[in-house]
Structure formats: structure tokens, C-alpha cells
């Protein structure tokens, strides 16, 4: 089994909280609050992406309520960031270094800091697929909308039918969360994935 689908069975397991507890409580505080602050700060600027779009931050808890190829791709990129085996930008992100870093669902293996934006913009043809389904959608038709787990923001642009259905809960934001933009993209303040630059990641800069 890959790591990658180890963690997702330890996420999906009914002790995924204790377990969690039990990994923070043999964490060495100084990395604990490092990690907890990474965290907030990855928080904000979801919140902050979300609402610059129109968009609403809304919690998806337990992780079974996250889609299966959603919650597979922010774990890869997460393993595939922590064993060294993907790439980083020129500033080279480290997990044992805590800080609000970005993936995305379309470019499986690459992990950025927030100021690395650029790295994100996706080409026409990207745009227009739903990292769910596969499927090259209409214009507009793409969602897209991002997924945080720690300092770890995942960008993902789904279909209609690929889109998680997540009912806002109020309170604190707890891992998994996900960053919905309300508006399909190319409407509203949102233009079309790969237009004149603009990537899904902006707006997320720190
Ligand atoms: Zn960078
Ligand atoms: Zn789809």
C-alpha cells in the first residue's frame, strides 16, 4: 500500500480524531505551534481567496464527507512534498518548516509557497477539465475552489457533477476544509481558468 493511501485509510478510520490527538501530543511543542500557526495562516488566506471571488469558506468534516479524488490528491501532495519525491518552487517549502504552502489538482507533484502564484496559472485546455471527472467542460462551467489540510491549501476546479456537495457549518474552520468560489469561473468577478494569466491560486498570496 502507498503511503499515500495509507494515510487515507487512517483519515477514514472512526478513530481518525484520537489518532490525531495522539500525533500532536507526541509532536515537540516548538513544531506543534510552528504547524498550528502554518495552519492559521493557510486558513485565512483560503477565507480571504473565497471571499475575494464571492466564494464562502465552509467546513467539510469527518474527511469521508471530502471526494475520494479529492482527498487522494491532497494526500499525494502532501506525501509526495514530505518523502521529496515532487518538486517545490525556487523557495523550497520544507514540511519539517511549517508555513501556509500551496497544490494543486492539476499538477500532481508540485508543492509552492504562497508567493509563487505564477507556478499555478493552467493552460485553456487545463481550465476547462474537471480534476474530477477528466471531463473538458463547457466555458464557465468549471468550479474552482480549494481544499486545506494543516498549511497545506489544494486548488481543484470541478464540473457541476464532480463539485462536493459541503453544507456550510458554522464555528471554526478544523482540517479538512474546503474553500468553495460560488461563482463559476468566467462569471461574476471570476474569469475562466487560464485567462490572460489569471490562475486559480491568486489571491492567496501572502
Ligand atoms: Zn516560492
Ligand atoms: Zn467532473
Known sequence: MTTTLALEQIMLSPQYGEILAAVR??????????????????????????ALTGGAAVTASPPSAVPGWLRLGLLDALTRWADGTGSTCRHSPRPDRPEPVLAAAWRPGLVTCCQCTHLWRVSREAGLTCD????????????PAMAQMAGLIFMYGA????????????GPLRRP????QDYPRGTGRVRPRGSRGRGRGRGVRR
Open 25 to 50: 501530543a507526541a509532536t515537540p511543542v516548538a513544531m506543534l505551534d510552528q504547524l498550528d500557526a502554518a495552519t492559521t495562516h493557510a486558513t485565512r488566506a483560503a477565507v480571504e481567496a473565497a
Open 132 to 143: 474530477g471527472c477528466g471531463r473538458v467542460c463547457e466555458p464557465d462551467s468549471i468550479h
Open 159 to 170: 464540473c457541476g457533477d464532480c463539485r462536493p456537495a459541503i453544507t456550510p457549518e458554522p
Open 177 to 180: 476544509e474546503t474553500a468553495e
